[in-house]
């Protein structure tokens, strides 16, 4: 049998989320309503794919500090080219301009040796200029039902679309990464990257695949951003991408690479939302919501890590 602390490294953040909910129940009947319940599935889903790709990047060594950045060029990009008509052919725009970001990012870093911190910062202030000279300052209006529908406000099994895009998204990725033999080279590359290089994995490729591939997700977090409020504007997800490190680092993904899970990473998401949703409803001041979320998330990461070191020397 394992020991107390070894035991807290599986189950720790399970109970946590669990206590969580269980407390703002009891604090609060709008909380606990069915309806509130299947709503913070759909106020996650942003965060969640946004949370899902960075658990990619994470996993192998490096972090993306442009997410938010890409996903509101992405969806300011998206909203124009729906407001002038093309129609269908916004899907592939939208995540063609997310992946270019993501291409950007991986060839700064593979090609001439950049750090992905700096790197994605770069990227940042490029997908933020952009989206700034393309908006004008301004919000991009559009009409497209359809649109909305596919990626936000459509409705299957008592839940909005959004919700299954998160649900396909960490299933896919889940699969890429305890199934494949690529998610076996990113865990190798996390690992140890020079020894991954001596035995002959195409860590440069690795890379690029990464951070292309969390890019045109980041296109996808922009469609759905801008298709539940049907505007676009050019901060619009500014920010996500400390809300994805946190959920990735809640979930015992470490920064320094090699280790980290979907699953685990879905409860950081979950514990996040469940936060934001009910600190909300107990009409918790901004600000004050803040301390709290930091708080906790303090100390959820630090009871994991006080585990997980009992664990490796056990």
Not at 90 to 97: D, E, F, K, N, Q
Not at 225 to 235: E, K, T, V
Not at 242 to 260: E, K, M, N, Q, S
């Amino acid at each position: 049998m394992k020991p107390t602390r070894a035991n807290l490294a599986d189950y720790g953040l399970v109970v946590a989320v669990i206590l969580i909910v269980g407390g703002l129940m009891v604090l609060s009947p709008a909380f606990r309503d069915p309806a509130n319940l299947l709503g913070i599935g759909r106020q996650v889903a942003i965060l969640g794919i946004a949370a899902a790709a960075m658990t990619f990047v994470i996993l192998a060594g490096e972090i993306d500090l442009s997410v938010g950045a890409v996903a509101s060029a992405s969806a300011v990009v998206t909203a124009i080219v729906l407001a002038q008509g093309w129609g269908i052919l916004a899907i592939p725009i939208g995540l063609l301009v997310g992946g270019l970001f993501g291409l950007l990012n991986g060839l700064l870093i593979v090609t001439i040796a950049v750090p992905s911190f700096i790197a994605t910062l770069v990227s940042f202030f490029i997908a933020q200029g952009v989206a700034l000279t393309l908006t004008g300052g301004q919000t991009i209006l559009f009409d497209a039902d359809w649109f909305r529908a596919l990626f936000a406000t459509g409705s299957f099994l008592g839940n909005r679309s959004a919700f299954w895009w998160l649900v396909a998204v960490a299933l896919i990725l889940w699969w890429l990464m305890a199934r494949t033999r690529f998610g076996a080279q990113i865990y190798a590359l996390g690992g140890d990257a020079e020894s991954a290089s001596m035995l002959g994995l195409p860590v440069g490729r690795l890379r690029l695949i990464i951070f292309t591939m969390t890019g045109a997700l980041m296109g996808l977090v922009g469609m759905i951003l801008i298709a539940r409020i049907g505007n676009a504007r050019a901060d619009g997800a500014i920010g996500l991408e400390f809300d994805a490190i946190a959920a990735a680092v809640i979930g015992g993904a470490r920064l320094g690479g090699g280790y980290g899970t979907m699953p685990r990473t879905m409860l950081g998401v979950l514990l996040i939302g469940v936060l934001n949703n009910g600190l909300a409803i107990l009409n918790v001041d901004f600000n004050t919501q803040q301390v709290i979320k930091g708080g906790l998330v303090v100390a959820v990461v630090l009871i994991d890590r006080w585990a997980r070191g009992k664990e490796r020397t056990a």
